[in-house]
């Protein structure tokens, strides 16, 4: 059915309804399923719901989160977790976020489940983190996922299907572009790329009109509202937006896209939680693994593929991460350069620059 949506436009849905708080069904092998929902937006009364069904209902947690837990891990990259007899919203909040990991350290003992297919479990990790919420999701087995989607009108997600389209790059469509002079060069257009997906938009800056033949002074500058709107001292991101359109400015050329990937991929509301363990002593990696994450969720491939549409297959990147010029090299744009960014340096983020030095291979 040509109107249906397809399973790109499915999954965007699911990452929609868990938001909500709603649960998606994910269908698996041999007719069985999951129920899902995100144990971040879960309520009670949804919670106490899952918890009347039959079956073994699961919080299913990241490795690394299962880490600061000491929760045992059976499954490589996820652990599962089960709900206990008592447990409650807040039993489930309290595993899935570290907030109160310091002040409150007695979080077990824990059940951890092993054995079984996990491969529903992944799947509805992968969603909780592509929704940028908490990395954790409750997870109850159902004989017959069809029967319950269609009954409770929720989302059904083709579990076999969807698992290696989740590691696929959504199709980017070019929206529209226009000029906007801006204080570091007046010579600037906007572009704007839309996933088809729906997904959030992202940008590229082109300034002048750079030769689509030589390699092109580009920038892949991750979206941090804190850095680049609010002037944050806690990082140096503001200032090496900032130098790097001056630098194209200077150049008369360059290409500064401006991917939507809040927090290194883990959105805003993520980062502020890395940020208030921060403020408890952890640091910038520390902190994303605390919350369950690995220390950097991005996915470049976008970068490379916006360059690829402009028109460019050749860049002198500024950066000072060595992993951006592998990706980038990966997916298929050569570098010709690494040009260093160094600018914003503060009192405030001299550690968490030395941390991305030590942690991040980032080059001081
Ligand atoms: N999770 C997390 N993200 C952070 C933190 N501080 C800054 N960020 C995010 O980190 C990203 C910084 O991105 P970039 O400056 O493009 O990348 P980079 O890896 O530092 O590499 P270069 O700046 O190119 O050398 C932005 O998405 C910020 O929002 C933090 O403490 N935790
Ligand atoms: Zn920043």
């Not at 447990?87 to 489930?92: E, N, Y």
């Not at 002040?103 to 969603?127: F, N, T, Y």
């Not at 896209?257 to 993520?270: D, F, P, T």
């Not at 000072?320 to 990966?330: D, S, T, V, Y």
Request: hydrophobic content about 45%.
């Amino acid at each position: 059915m040509p109107l249906a949506p397809n399973l790109m436009e499915i999954l965007a849905r699911a990452r929609a309804d868990l938001r909500m708080g709603v649960p998606v069904v994910l269908s698996g092998e041999g007719g069985q399923g999951a129920l899902v929902l995100a144990a971040e937006t879960a309520t009670e009364d949804r919670l106490a719901l899952l918890r009347a069904a039959e079956g073994d209902l699961d919080l299913v947690l990241t490795a690394r989160r299962a880490a600061t837990l000491k929760a045992r891990v059976y499954d490589g990259d996820l652990a599962r977790v089960a709900l206990p007899r008592d447990a409650d919203l807040g039993w489930v909040r309290n595993i899935a976020d570290p907030a109160d990991d310091l002040s409150m350290p007695m979080k077990g003992p824990l059940k951890e489940r092993r054995g079984g297919d996990v491969a529903l479990h992944r799947l509805a990790i992968g969603l909780a983190k592509s929704a940028r919420l908490l990395p954790a999701a409750l997870v109850l087995p159902l004989e017959a996922p069809m029967g319950v989607a269609m009954r409770e009108n929720l989302t059904l997600v083709d579990g076999v299907a969807a698992a290696p389209s989740m590691l696929l790059l959504s199709n980017l469509d070019h929206v529209v572009s226009a000029r906007v002079p801006l204080e570091t060069t007046e010579n600037a257009r906007l572009h704007i790329y839309r996933p088809a997906d729906g997904s959030e938009e992202h940008y590229a800056v082109e300034v002048g009109r750079p030769d689509r033949h030589k390699p092109v002074l580009a920038r892949l500058h991750s979206a941090c509202f804190t850095g680049d709107v609010l002037g944050s001292l806690k990082c140096d991101c503001g200032p090496q937006l900032h130098a790097a359109l001056a630098r194209m400015g200077e150049e008369g050329a360059g290409v500064l896209l401006y991917l939507n990937q809040e927090g290194r991929g883990i959105g805003l509301a993520n980062k502020m939680r890395a940020y208030a363990l921060q403020d408890q002593g952890f640091d910038t990696v520390q902190a994303n693994h605390r919350l369950g994450f690995e220390d950097d969720e991005r996915d470049f491939r976008l970068g490379a593929e916006i360059l690829r549409r402009m028109g460019f297959n050749a860049v002198r990147l500024l950066t000072n991460n060595p992993n951006k010029l592998a990706m980038m090299e990966r997916s298929g744009i050569a570098v010709a350069e690494r040009v260093p960014l160094k600018v914003g340096k503060t009192a405030f983020n001299a550690h968490y620059l030395a941390t991305k030095a030590a942690k991040s291979g980032h080059l001081l």
